[in-house]
């Protein structure tokens, strides 16, 4: 039987995280808001409107390139991309055509992961976008909403180099977490601001040659992009299978079926008529901007996840978890400098647990969090030096968040320091071996899981401040003797 092997290529858009649109100042802000309420003549494609070219994109867009290791190229085109659609007033698009302004990048999935090719990234501009109902009121035709018209985007076109649904899956998550880092894009995927077409072919395994192509449109998650590529691979095994041929398509995704469906039969380049846009000069890739950004461009997150493993003992998960949001990983790396040496791991352990769990609770950013990573730091300082249960941790990361003061305070004010006081513990140690003979005769008698029991008895006692290792050498002391 003749193995395959799928093969895919991903386009994916991404909104720039420009205040205004790419060729007018008007707000990118649009999203959910009255339905053209971001609008202008030139936007609008009023006659006579002239595009000017938004520096701020180009530079976003520059620091993406950089970022996914592109080339940029000194100059770039603006094209027109015609086509007719009541969502593009003009009747073309402004895109960038066979002079993009970057190409010849890759994109590593994870440590040690393997690297996906980027063609190129082009800038252009989004559509408008077409309403069909106005909440319940059913309209007889289509309403046009253009807040969305001349948005920036870039689309990063990848290399045919994806060949599963986990590995395209991947790639996307490293992407968002590439162009977050830079600030090139919030990716924010339930706003539109951040899609993908999948273009999906068999080959037999083994073979050079690439087969047929379809092209998937409409995947709105990271977890349909992955369904929909797993169902197109059977759907054209079976159709080559049964003696068939794949057609070059263009073909959508139905979620809810979990199938995909055939669309239209794909335009070719020469539909859209392209040429250089009159109204736009030359794209110049400046040399001083150039020389900046790429001054400014910070720590890359797998460059960061190697180093926080490297230096600060960090499991690869760790690592993982605490760089995938960079004012997050900020907030660790400054909260284990204020931590006593050795400490790093314990203060990841509370930002992964404590913290992550009541900013999520809380839909808060990692920047709004009330409490200040010097304090985390010195939180786990007091774990360390064994001042702090693991519970009194917990207790006083809550007081934290409350109050915003610092821990060293108030593991005083609230009494939570664990007791070592040998004669204390002994005390209580005490009392818990004579209020327990069973579990102290079975501990003397050598079944080492009777000091369970006795332990418990003690925290007991002591409102939960004894310090639990010191209390099982006693514990030990005391049945022995
Ligand atoms: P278009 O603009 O018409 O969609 P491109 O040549 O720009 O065409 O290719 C778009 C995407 O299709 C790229 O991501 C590329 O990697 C992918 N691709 C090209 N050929 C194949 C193929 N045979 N199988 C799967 N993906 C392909
Ligand atoms: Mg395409
Ligand atoms: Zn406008």
């Not at 960038?96 to 970057?102: A, C, E, L, R, V």
């Not at 994870?110 to 319940?136: P, W």
């Not at 599963?164 to 924010?188: F, W």
């Not at 008895?457 to 939960?464: N, T, W």
């Amino acid at each position: 039987m003749t193995k395959y092997e799928m093969v895919v290529g991903l386009e994916v858009h991404c909104q720039l995280a420009t205040r205004t649109k790419l060729f007018c100042g008007c707000g990118t802000d649009g999203y959910g808001e009255t339905p053209n309420s971001r609008i202008c003549p030139v936007c609008t494609a009023q006659p006579g409107s002239l595009p000017v070219l938004n520096a701020k994109a180009v530079e976003l867009a520059f620091r993406a390139a950089l970022a996914l290791e592109c080339r940029l190229n000194p100059v770039s085109v603006f094209a027109r991309k015609n086509y007719f659609y009541p969502d593009l007033p003009k009747a073309y698009q402004i895109s960038q055509y066979d002079k993009p302004f970057s190409e010849h990048g890759r994109l590593r999935l994870s440590e040690g992961g393997k690297t996906v090719g980027i063609t190129r990234i082009h800038l252009e501009e989004d559509a408008g976008k077409l309403l069909h109902d106005l909440g319940a009121l059913k309209i007889d035709g289509s309403l046009v909403d253009l807040n969305r018209a001349g948005v920036p985007l870039i689309e990063i076109v990848s290399e045919p180099d994806i060949r599963t649904g986990d590995e395209a899956h991947a790639y996307l998550a490293a992407l968002k977490e590439v162009l977050q880092y830079v600030g090139a894009s919030r990716c924010d995927m339930e706003k539109g601001e951040m899609r993908c077409d999948a273009n999906v072919s068999v080959r037999p395994e083994g073979a050079q040659r690439f087969g047929t192509r379809a092209e998937i449109k409409n995947l709105n998650s990271f977890k349909n992009v992955k369904d929909a590529i797993d169902h197109e691979f059977h759907r054209q095994v079976a159709v080559v299978e049964s003696g068939g041929r794949v057609v070059q398509e263009t073909r959508l995704w139905d979620a809810a079926k979990g199938e995909t469906r055939s669309m239209r039969s794909k335009e070719d380049a020469h539909d859209y008529r392209y040429f250089p846009d009159p109204d736009l000069p030359p794209l110049v890739a400046d040399e001083s901007l150039v020389a900046r950004l790429k001054a400014e461009m910070p720590e890359l997150p797998a460059a960061r996840r190697a180093r926080l493993t490297a230096q600060l003992g960090l499991t690869a998960y760790d690592a993982e978890v605490l760089t995938g949001d960079r004012a997050l990983a900020d907030f660790f790396e400054t909260a284990a400098a204020a931590a006593p040496k050795g400490a790093a791991k314990t203060v990841a352990n509370l930002l992964s647990t404590e913290m992550l769990a009541r900013l999520n609770a809380e839909s808060l950013p990692p920047s709004q969090a009330p409490i200040a990573p010097e304090h985390l730091g010195r939180l786990a300082g007091l774990v360390v030096a064994g001042t702090l249960s693991s519970k009194g941790a917990k207790d006083v990361f809550a007081r934290m968040w409350q109050t915003r003061k610092d821990p060293v305070e108030l593991v005083s004010e609230l009494g939570l320091a664990q007791v070592s006081d040998d004669g204390a513990l002994r005390e209580w140690v005490r009392q818990a071996v004579a209020s327990n003979p069973k579990a102290a005769a079975d501990l003397k008698g050598g079944k080492d899981a009777a000091i369970g029991s006795l332990v418990g008895a003690v925290m007991k006692l002591s409102g939960g401040k004894a310090n639990p290792a010191a209390v099982r050498g006693l514990i030990k002391e005391a049945v022995q003797s």
